[in-house]
């Protein structure tokens, strides 16, 4: 199993006939995803083709929902209409909307995150790199991938990985299917300081998913996050988790390319979340080679075997 | 982005949040009809970087203070002439420091006590929170590590917006006297509206004051904005001081690069934020210091790498370089091909050190190793770190 998506998800993807959205919309195809539908307003009707597949695209999210059945939506759209598109899945009641679009202005991301308190949907992002939850086949063919992560990296198996990065998120994945360890899902919750889903939710998630053995958890630089989810694992989790934090050489005051990591009080240092990840008796990775590795480490440590 | 006090100031008036009457100049020609333009009495003269911890700050040719009150008109010109084009260092500058180019002259005002007003996104709620002291003029840091009991706190629901209940509640705090809570109200309620309109990231007020006529002002202002907001505000966008900015920092913003100078020999060259933070770190945990943060995005062109090369090497610091790409969609011998020719193009001479990653990695390797370079490559990123720290120390 995984947690969020399966390789069954059918998925909408808004923004599909932009260049960026159709792009991972073919790789997404050629990876075997169900891409149900694509959105893109004032084109409905018309189909996007790529390798033998038909994807049927429509004028609204609603309209895609009731004609496919589709449960998640991906957004490729660019920033200034991004919270509009947000909003749209939030009304069309879809269970999960992933919001690959960087540069969303933060008062749109405030009123966005306001008006989904107690909707039905689940949002993840912005500016994230998305989720995988990778299938069986060959360089892991057959599974879910949403965003835009490169599918092949992956391998069915039994480890979860949040992080706030992309290709902090890749090394990783790839560090772990190199040592033939496979993962059951690998969400990336994105490098903004409002997003939808933070490492807690997905790291609950990760706990009560039967075939998640292990956790590796990446963080950032600013806020507070990381520590939340690590305190909460101290007291509720038992599985094996490994954990890297990144900027540890930031100097303070200037922002880390993403718009999140930024170091602003005593709180949020890597040296404050590293002291805190050990307090709560998740393995340190000293270096981002290390990952894999570490996540081994608190595994033996525990008894648990992960492949 | 950031703005200079006497653009905030402004912006201040024309959203009605008091603050002392004031002119800036960046010729010294016009320093007397700024001051004339301003009341009886002292003047403040006040430097413009964008830097805080200034009053306390020292000029490179050893005048101390970048704010000066002065008694008389010819003390103010007198000030302000050892202040433009000086170069200032602060807390905040580093040890460059930054030169100044504006001067700000405001009346001098009569303070009765000092409060600390501030507007900002608090992360762990999504919302705005107001932030207020009655110990204003100080380090907020301080005060709230010695008296957090002195620091309150107002989170808006973007729903409703601020409420007239959460600022009587404030003012009440603040134990302001009836007329200064209903001229703080008004300023603070202002305040909150040009926050929300304008994409502030964030406003400070540092001191906010009363008077003694019960008038509360604002007297220093800090502000910047979300730059993902920009778009939708061309007045703020021109407010840009590209004097306060890195040029190499203007530069990489031309190529989509994400650049930050720092201050070490080895410098970088990174797709994607968190990787090229992670980057920086294992130099430092190898022994060796990084010369910038720089992420290439997601696709690393070409033209980005050889631009990026270029901004690296203006660095005269850096003694080595570190490329650490994970081609995730990219291909590997795109970006092989592309270091190549960017290190042809700019005749490196220094230590190259490349770490490739991802799709198509075998060809992306043989390109790098057939090219005829001295670069040389690294299996893992440890690996890739250790090798350039070894070649830079």
């Known amino acids: 199993m995984s947690i969020l998506i399966t390789p069954e998800t059918k998925i909408i993807i808004q923004g599909i006939t932009g260049e960026f959205g159709a792009r991972h919309a073919r790789l997404s195809l050629d990876y075997g995803t169900q891409v149900a539908a694509g959105v893109t307003p004032g084109k409905g009707g018309q189909v996007f083709e790529h390798d033998g597949k038909s994807v049927p695209i429509y004028n609204s999210v609603k309209d895609a929902v009731e004609a496919t059945g589709a449960t998640v939506s991906v957004i490729f759209v660019p920033p200034p209409f991004a919270a509009d598109a947000i909003l749209e899945c939030v009304d069309a009641e879809v269970d999960l909307a992933v919001a690959i679009t960087e540069g969303i202005p933060v008062r749109d991301m405030v009123r966005v995150k306001r008006a989904m308190a107690g909707s039905k949907t689940r949002l993840v992002g912005p500016n994230c790199p998305g989720l995988v939850s990778p299938g069986e086949g060959e360089d892991s063919k057959g599974g879910c991938r949403i965003g835009i992560a490169p599918g092949y990296i992956h391998k069915k198996g039994h480890v979860g990985v949040v992080s706030r990065s992309g290709t902090l998120t890749y090394e990783a994945v790839y560090q772990l299917t190199v040592k033939d360890i496979g993962q059951s899902t690998c969400v990336g919750i994105g490098g903004d300081p409002v997003n939808g889903t933070s490492h807690l939710d997905v790291i609950k998630l990760f706990n009560e998913d039967p075939d998640t053995h292990g956790i590796i958890l990446i963080g950032e630089i600013g806020g507070n996050a990381e520590v939340e989810a690590a305190r909460w694992i101290k007291e509720n989790c038992s599985k094996p988790v490994a954990g890297f934090i990144a900027g540890a050489t930031a100097p303070p005051g200037r922002r880390m390319g993403h718009a999140g990591a930024i170091v602003g009080g005593a709180e949020d240092t890597a040296e404050a979340k590293i002291k805190v990840f050990k307090e709560c008796g998740i393995e340190v990775a000293d270096t981002p080679s290390d990952m894999a590795d570490a996540l081994l480490r608190a595994a033996k440590a525990k008894g648990v075997t992960l492949s | ?393």
């Open chain 2, 1 to 393: 982005m950031n703005i200079h006090e006497y653009q905030a100031k402004k912006l201040f008036e024309e959203y009605g949040i008091p603050c002392p009457k004031g002119a800036a100049t960046s010729s010294s020609e016009e320093f007397e009809s700024c001051i004339d333009s301003l009341g009886e009495g002292l003047v403040v003269v006040k430097s413009q970087i964008h830097a805080g911890g200034r009053g306390k700050g020292t000029f490179t040719d050893g005048f101390k203070g970048g704010v000066k009150l002065a008694k008389t008109k010819e003390e103010a010109i007198e000030y302000a002439n050892k202040m433009l084009g000086n170069t200032l260092v602060t807390i905040q500058t580093g040890e460059a420091g930054r030169k100044v180019q504006t001067i700000y002259f405001t009346e001098g005002a009569d303070i009765k006590k000092e409060y600390y007003l501030a507007i900002l996104l608090d992360r762990a709620t999504s919302r705005p929170v107001i932030v207020a002291s009655t110990e204003g003029g100080m380090d907020i840091e301080t005060v709230a590590e010695e008296t957090p009991e002195r620091i309150f706190k107002v989170f808006i629901d973007p729903a409703y917006g601020l409420a007239d209940f959460q600022l009587r509640e404030l003012v009440t705090k603040l134990g302001l006297s009836k007329l200064e809570s209903k001229n703080a109200a008004k300023l603070i309620r202002n305040l909150y509206t040009m926050f929300w309109e304008k994409d502030a990231d964030m406003i400070e007020i540092n001191p906010l004051i009363t008077t003694e006529a019960e008038d509360v002002l604002a007297l220093d202002a800090k502000v910047s904005f979300d730059s993902n907001a920009l778009y939708r505000h061309p007045e703020i966008q021109a407010l840009r001081d590209l004097n306060e900015e890195d040029p190499k920092e203007i530069e990489a913003s031309k190529y989509d690069l994400s650049y930050i100078a720092l201050d070490g020999s080895i410098a970088c060259l990174v797709n994607g934020a968190g990787l090229a933070m992670s980057t920086m770190d294992i130099i430092q945990h190898f022994g060796g210091s990084p010369a910038n943060f720089l992420d290439v995005g997601g696709g690393a062109s070409k033209e980005q790498v050889i631009a990026a090369f270029k901004i690296i090497l203006g660095d005269p610091n850096v003694k080595g370089i570190f490329v650490n790409i994970f081609g995730g969609i990219m291909d590997c011998d795109v970006i092989a091909n592309g270091i190549v020719e960017a290190v042809k193009e700019v005749g490196l001479e220094l230590p190259l050190v490349v770490r490739l990653e991802g799709n198509n990695v075998v060809a992306g390797r043989k390109t790098l190793d057939s090219s005829g370079l001295t670069i040389v490559t690294g299996d893992s990123m440890a690996d890739a770190a250790q090798k350039i720290a070894n070649l830079v120390a």
